[in-house]
Nanobody, 134 residues
Framework: QLQLVESRGGVVQPGGSLRLSCAAS????????VAWFRQVPGRERDWVSC????????YYTRSVKGRFTISRDNAKNTVDLQMNSLKPEDTAVYYC???????????????????????????WGQGTQVTVSS
């Protein structure tokens, strides 16, 4: 059984950087598509980024494109999210999720306009708080 644990988030000043790590135990994470989502109180959980088993196949929601980078470290069995140029609107609880039925990111949208990521059978981490504030 796959278990996911996100690294501790924290408080960062606007313009700062933070790296989140999603560590897996039980199964090899490189077999699955892995996505990062975030959620603020009173709103739905929104996707942020997704990476397929092929590390060259990755996607970002429009608001983080060019600032966030998702990557795999198969030796450590992790998927990381490097967040740069953070903004107050990035404040949220961040979750990682692996799609146990797919090794590719299932994208909803047309062409490069990815509107959402669909997880067929998701295994979720417990979430970690990221606060961007001066």
């Amino acid at each position: 059984q796959l278990q996911l644990v996100e690294s501790r988030g924290g408080v960062v000043q606007p313009g700062g950087s933070l790296r989140l790590s999603c560590a897996a135990s039980g199964l090899s994470l490189d077999r699955y598509a892995v996505a990062w989502f975030r959620q603020v109180p009173g709103r739905e959980r929104d996707w942020v980024s997704c990476i397929s088993s092929n590390p060259n196949d990755s996607y970002y929601t429009r608001s983080v494109k060019g600032r966030f980078t998702i990557s795999r470290d198969n030796a450590k069995n992790t998927v990381d999210l490097q967040m740069n140029s953070l903004k107050p609107e990035d404040t949220a609880v961040y979750y990682c999720a692996a799609d146990l039925y797919s090794n590719v990111c299932i994208r909803l949208g047309v062409g490069d306009d990815v509107r959402a990521i669909q997880l067929v059978k998701a295994s979720w981490g417990q979430g970690t708080q990221v606060t961007v504030s001066s």
